[in-house]
C-alpha cells in the first residue's frame, strides 16, 4: 500500500523568507500524481500544487514550488516571500488517476511578522 | 461553478443514533470522493464513486458506514448507531475522469460531526 510521510509536525517561517516542507512517499508504480494541499484553520482544503511523475519538471505556481526527486521518493514543497495568509496546516497526498488520495499527517505552518 | 458543497455543516448526536450526510460536487465532475478526518491528522479515504458506481471501499469504512450516489450526481454518507470513535470531520471531494485532466480533487467544506 502507498504511504505518505511527511516529518516536520511543525515548521515557523519569518514574513517575506523562505521555508520548504518536507514529504517523503512509497509507491511501487511509475505513473502517479502528488499534491500540495493547504487547510486554514476552520476553513476547507485547497490545492496548492500538483505534480505529475512522469514530468521531469518540477511544478510552479507562483510564490510555491516543488522539489520532485522521482528516485528519491520525495516531493519538498518550497513557499518563497511568505505572507502571514500562508500560515496553515499543508498535506502532501499522493494519486494514481483519479482513485483515492493517500494523505500524510500534515505539517503546521506558522508565519511570524 | 459553485464548488462542492456539504450539509449540514455541523452535527452533534447522541451515541447509538443515526445520521446521514449530504455532499454536492462541482456539477461536471463524475467521481465522488468520502473522507474522514480526525483532529490534527490528515484525511482517510473512506470510499469513492464514478457516476452511481460505487468503485471502492476502504476497510475504514464499518457495516454501519453506507454511501449512497442514487443518480450520479450528489452523494449521502449514513452513520447507524453511532459511536464517539466516529466524531471527526467528514470531507467529500469531487473530480474528473476525462483523459487528460489532471485528476485533482476539490474538497467542499466538510461535516463535523460530535458523538456525545
Known amino acids: 500500500a502507498q504511504t505518505v510521510t511527511q516529518s516536520q509536525p511543525e515548521m515557523s517561517v519569518q514574513e517575506a523568507e523562505t521555508v520548504t516542507l518536507s514529504c517523503t512517499y512509497d509507491?511501487?508504480?511509475?505513473?502517479?500524481?502528488l499534491f500540495w494541499y493547504k487547510q486554514p484553520p476552520s476553513r476547507q482544503m485547497i490545492l496548492v500544487i500538483r505534480?505529475?511523475?512522469?514530468?521531469?519538471q518540477n511544478a510552479t505556481e507562483n510564490r510555491f514550488s516543488v522539489n520532485f526527486q522521482k528516485a528519491a521518493k520525495s516531493f519538498s514543497l518550497k513557499i518563497s516571500d511568505s505572507q502571514l495568509g500562508d500560515a496553515a496546516m499543508y498535506f502532501c497526498?499522493?494519486?494514481?488517476?483519479?482513485?483515492?488520495?493517500?494523505f500524510g499527517a500534515g505539517t503546521i505552518l506558522r508565519v511570524k511578522s | 461553478d459553485t464548488g462542492v458543497s456539504q450539509d449540514p455543516r455541523h452535527k452533534i448526536t447522541k451515541r447509538g443514533q443515526n445520521v446521514t450526510f449530504r455532499c454536492d460536487p462541482i456539477?461536471?465532475?463524475?467521481?465522488l470522493y468520502w473522507y474522514r478526518q480526525t483532529l490534527g491528522q490528515g484525511p482517510e479515504f473512506l470510499t469513492y464513486?464514478?457516476?452511481?458506481?460505487?468503485?471502492?471501499k476502504s476497510r475504514l469504512l464499518s457495516d454501519r458506514f453506507s454511501a449512497e450516489r442514487p443518480k450520479g450526481s450528489f452523494s449521502t454518507l449514513e452513520i447507524q448507531r453511532t459511536e464517539q470513535g466516529d466524531s471527526a470531520m467528514y470531507l467529500c471531494?469531487?473530480?474528473?475522469?476525462?483523459?487528460?485532466?489532471?485528476?485533482?480533487?476539490?474538497f467542499g467544506p466538510g461535516t463535523r460531526l460530535t458523538v456525545t
Open positions: 509507491t511501487s508504480e511509475s505513473d502517479y500524481y
Open positions: 464513486f464514478q457516476n452511481e458506481a460505487q468503485l471502492e
Open positions: 505534480q505529475e511523475a512522469y514530468k521531469q
Open positions: 456539477s461536471e465532475h463524475n467521481r
Open positions: 497526498a499522493y494519486g494514481e488517476y483519479g482513485n483515492k488520495l493517500v
Open positions: 471531494a469531487s473530480s474528473t475522469s476525462r483523459t487528460g485532466d489532471p485528476y485533482e480533487q476539490y
